[in-house]
């Protein structure tokens, strides 16, 4: 077996089962599986996730990391061993970040518990979800992402013609935008980057706004034809600032959303919340979502082109690492082990 473990700020250590690695206390071992317990598999990794929980942690940004901790708080894994009979060897499953019941607050993996930046890992049957056969691989690393906007557009009680505005296009925005206009909800993406908004254009999301070029507002008041918007999305993972209050009619709605849960800059104005009766929410998982998720990926309602902006294998996490962390990183980290 082969693992990184966050063992302090900026510093990860390669723990394995080799009989040398005793002599540097990095000597890791598999458990057994108990036969008489159906409720863990063994499996064998194939991707991972890195995400901005992860970068927050190697880089302290939300105080001392919890170490030694695995990171990863997702992952594509294929059973390889099991005692369930749901769970037969070779099944391709997806590893949830979520371990608690769905009444209790989650442990989120890579935060709470080890994640997943192992070749191997023994998981509970709970967290462990099987994929159809024929969906890709890297479209099985988005499920969460999917989940948490299913999630976001529950919360929203938007209806069909209503119009959303999204603030950043960022991998999870432009999965959002998607869902939108699959439930008949009019996306609007707003973003300074030319290339990003592209992105969101070429996975279908018609009205997208440049705010290098064009005023928001303006542009908000010739798309709606002057009724503005439903509901304003910020991705907190990636622009966690709310100055687009003018956007919103009065009675809309302001969501938050994302995976980061500190270190949240949201500069606004509390007369305009006020003024104009706006609600606040805010969502952190997708917990409930996940199975509805996996369908709806299955089925090709979405799609993921161009969002992964690096793929790089299990040994060079430390380079890549050391490479995302001062960036912004509004696209997805995959680590590979296969």
């Known amino acids: 077996m082969k693992a990184w473990k966050l063992t302090g700020v900026r510093e990860y250590k390669h723990f394995s089962s080799d009989e040398s690695s005793k002599d540097n206390e990095t000597f890791i071992e598999l458990p057994a599986i108990d036969p008489s317990n159906s409720k863990f598999i063994q499996v064998k990794m194939v991707k991972a996730n890195l995400s901005v929980t992860d970068i927050d942690s190697y880089n302290a940004t939300c105080g001392a990391p919890l170490s030694p901790i695995t990171p990863s708080r997702s992952a594509l894994a294929m059973v390889s061993e099991s005692f369930s009979c749901d769970y037969e060897i070779g099944r391709r499953v997806f590893l949830s970040p979520y371990h608690s019941d769905i009444k209790a607050d989650p442990q989120v993996s890579s935060c709470h518990v080890d994640g997943y930046m192992s070749d191997y890992a023994i998981v509970d049957t709970d967290n462990a979800y099987p994929i159809p056969e024929g969906m890709p691989d890297n479209e099985v690393l988005f499920v969460e992402d999917v989940a948490i906007a299913m999630s976001t557009l529950g919360k929203l009680h938007l209806s069909k013609g209503n119009y959303i505005a999204l603030h950043g296009a960022s991998h999870h925005n432009c999965i959002l935008a998607q869902l939108a206009i699959y439930y008949q909800i009019i996306p609007i993406i707003i973003d300074n980057d030319e290339d990003r908004l592209n992105i969101a254009q070429n996975l279908g999301v018609y009205y997208t706004v440049n705010i290098n070029h064009d005023d928001p507002y303006r542009k908000t008041i010739e798309i709606t034809s002057g009724k503005m918007i439903d509901a304003l999305v910020i991705d907190a993972d990636f622009s966690p600032s709310i100055d687009d209050l003018s956007l919103i009619k009065r009675g809309?709605?302001?969501?938050?959303?994302?995976?980061?849960?500190?270190?949240?800059?949201?500069?606004?104005?509390?007369?305009?919340?006020?003024?104009?009766?706006?609600?606040?929410?805010?969502?952190?998982?997708?917990?409930?979502?996940?199975?509805?998720?996996?369908?709806?990926?299955?089925?090709?309602?979405?799609?993921?082109?161009d969002l992964i902006e690096t793929e790089t294998p299990f040994n060079n996490l430390v380079q890549i690492m050391k490479n995302i962390s001062p960036k912004e990183n509004p696209l997805k980290h995959i680590i590979t082990f296969i």
Request: glycine share 8%.
């Open 252 to 305: 809309g709605t302001i969501c938050i959303y994302g995976y980061k849960r500190c270190k949240l800059d949201l500069d606004t104005k509390l007369d305009t919340l006020l003024t104009n009766a706006l609600t606040i929410i805010g969502i952190d998982n997708g917990q409930n979502d996940i199975r509805s998720a996996i369908n709806l990926i299955a089925n090709k309602v979405l799609k993921f082109n």
